[in-house]
C-alpha cells in the first residue's frame, strides 16, 4: 500500500523537525560525550603543568638566590634585585603589548599612577629584604619565616585598615608564631640580621597585599597582577639602582671582572632573572586556573618542599625541633585560612 498522504494543514505522528531532530542526537551524543570528556582532561594536564612550572620557577630563584649570594660570591643582593625587575619590565611588556596575553590596562590618571609607585616601593623593600636574607640564612628557616605572612597581613589589616577579624581567627595565628619561635630557637645557622632582613621581607608582603586592597579599590584603577607588575617592575628599578651603586659601590664593574673570570655568570643571573619573571607568570595562570583556597594551600604545600629540597641540595643542618616548628607554622596558617573561610561564610555573619 501506499503511504498516506497528509492533508495540508494535518501532521503524521512523528512527524516534523522535532522528531527529526531527535533521530539524530543519538548520533551525536557519544561524540559530544567523548569531546567534553577531552576537553576536562585536556584542561585537568594544563593546570597540572601550571602548577608544576609554578612550583619549579618559586623553588629555583631562591635556590639560585641562595647559590649566588651565598656560594658563589656574587654579593649585590640589591643589584641582582635589580636585574630581576629589568627583566620583569621586558619581559611583562612583552607578554601584555606585544603578545597579548591579558588585555592592556592603561594607567587612567596620577593619582593612580603615585599609588602604583607607592606599592614598588613597599614591593623593592621586600624583594630586597628577601634576597639579602638568603645570604644569611638557609632557605628552609627562610621559607618557615615567610610562612608567618598570615600573621603580618592580619596585624597590618587592623593597623591600617581597622579591620577586625573574629576571635577564632586570631587564635589561628597563634600556632604560626608559636612554630617560628621553636624553629629560630633551634635553627644551627641562626643569623640575627638575616633573621631580621627576613622577617622584614614577610612584613613588606603583607603591607604590599593590605595597601594593594586598599589604594587599587575601585573598577578603573584595578589591575591584574600583569599589568600591575608591567607598571611597578620598571618604578622598582628606577629605585633601587641609585640605592645599589651607593650601598654597593661599581657594582657594574664588579660583575663585568667577575664575568671575565668566570663567563658561566652571565648564564647564572640571565637564567635568575628570567625565573623572577616566571614566578610572577606563573602565579597569576595558577589564580586564574585554580581558586583563591586552592592557591593557598598550595602555597603552603610549596614552602614545604622549598625547605625539603634546599636540604637536600645544599646539606645545612636541621634539628628535629626545627622541623616541628615549622610543622606547627604552617599548621597555623591552614586553621587561619579555615577559619577566615568560616568567617566569611554566610551562616557564620547571620
Known sequence: ??????????????????????????????????????????????????????????????????????????????????????????????????????PLQPVSSRRQLLKIAALSAIF??????????????????????????????????????????????????????????????????????GFLVCVGSTAGRALKSVVQGLLLTSDAERLNSMNLLMYMAPMAAAMLLPLSLWSEGDVAAATAAKAADDPRLLLFLFANATVAYLVNLTNFLVTKHTSALTLQVLGNAKAAVAAIVSVLIFRNPVTVMGITGFAITIMGVVLYGEAKKRSKSPSSSS
Open 1 to 102: 500500500p501506499l503511504p498516506a498522504t497528509p492533508r495540508p494543514g494535518v501532521k503524521l505522528p512523528g512527524a516534523g523537525p522535532s522528531s527529526f531532530v531527535s533521530l539524530l542526537l543519538p548520533l551525536f551524543s557519544h561524540t559530544s560525550d567523548a569531546a567534553t570528556a577531552a576537553a576536562v582532561s585536556s584542561s585537568t594536564v594544563s593546570t597540572a603543568l601550571i602548577i608544576g612550572a609554578w612550583y619549579l620557577s618559586n623553588i629555583g630563584v631562591l635556590l639560585l638566590n641562595k647559590y649566588l649570594l651565598s656560594i658563589y660570591g656574587y654579593r649585590y643582593p640589591i643589584f641582582l634585585t635589580t636585574l630581576h625587575m629589568l627583566a620583569c619590565s621586558a619581559y611583562s611588556a612583552a607578554a601584555v603589548r606585544w603578545l597579548r596575553l591579558v
Open 124 to 193: 623593592c623593600f621586600s624583594v630586597v629584604c628577601g634576597n639579602t636574607s638568603l645570604r644569611y640564612l638557609p632557605v628552609s628557616f627562610n621559607q618557615a619565616i615567610g610562612a608567618t605572612t598570615p600573621f603580618f597581613t592580619a596585624v597590618f589589616s587592623l593597623l591600617v585598615t581597622c579591620r577586625r577579624e573574629s576571635a577564632t581567627v586570631y587564635l589561628a595565628l597563634l600556632p604560626v608564631v608559636l612554630g617560628i619561635v621553636l624553629a629560630s630557637n633551634s635553627e644551627p645557622l641562626f643569623h640575627l640580621f
